[in-house]
């Protein structure tokens, strides 16, 4: 099939199938690169059968273990770490709709970038969990991820603490300072055994000028959609509220 549209010229479609040839080409390198993960050995097992907190069934805290996330049929566990408290460095403005949030130190509240990656993420989730299982596991307390979810509006998401285990810190979701960071964690259940099978430690590799680490990339609607435009990506960081601009 042929396609064209109204109006274009000659050099739109002869710029265009060339675009088309190496669009084709990324999806091939895409692919690849897909098969060479599942095709990883083993990794680690987990040192611990971490103890998040997470919300039971009745609405009170209970404590949850890494074990326990993984429900019959699924064998692959993503968590994705929720940077909450955010980095000390982000002075993004805090939250200002989610009213109990609001009252936090800036420092302490959540970054918007993962927010913004949650927010697309609730949506999507109730169709990944067909197959997989997934979780969000942030720092703060229960309490406080909990209430900020209410109050963002999410309703699929597993949310979890790991206040009380060093879950962030061993799985590089956390400096030796105790600053916070935004990986995604792959894990895989054969029997009892329970390993490591992929991390976003692209996010630690040197980008190129101009780029952001896009470690988790493919996930993120937002920035592929500017992708498709002719301004591109915009010189901009996302943020918890847009009404006041």
Known sequence: MNVTYPGE?????????????????????????AAARRELPPGGAIPEDYVFQGEGAN??????????????????????????PRDPADDRPGPVREKETA??????????SCVALLDQL????????QHINFAVAAK?????????????????????????NTYNADYNAETPEGA??????????????????????????????????????????????FDLTRDGRPDWDEQLSYAEE
């Open 122 to 129: 609730d949506g999507a989730v109730e169709h990944a969990i």
């Open 59 to 84: 609405g009170e805290p209970t404590e949850m273990k890494m074990s326990e996330l993984f429900e019959a049929g699924k064998n692959s566990l993503a968590i994705y770490s929720f940077m909450f």
């Open 180 to 225: 916070q960071r935004p990986m995604l964690n792959v894990f895989h259940r054969d029997g009892e055994s329970i390993r490591h099978f992929w991390g976003s430690e692209l996010f630690y590799a040197p980008f190129d000028r101009g780029q952001d680490p896009r470690h988790i990339g493919t996930l993120e609607p937002v920035w592929n959609l």
């Open 9 to 33: 010229s000659t050099q739109y479609r002869a710029a265009r199938d060339r675009l088309l040839a190496e669009e084709i080409e990324l999806r091939r390198r895409m692919e690849a690169v």
């Open 103 to 112: 009252r936090l130190p800036l420092v302490e509240g959540p970054c918007p």
């Open 140 to 164: 703060s307390s229960l309490p406080r991820i909990l209430t900020f979810a209410r109050e963002r509006g999410w309703r699929r998401l597993r949310l979890l603490s790991s206040a009380d």
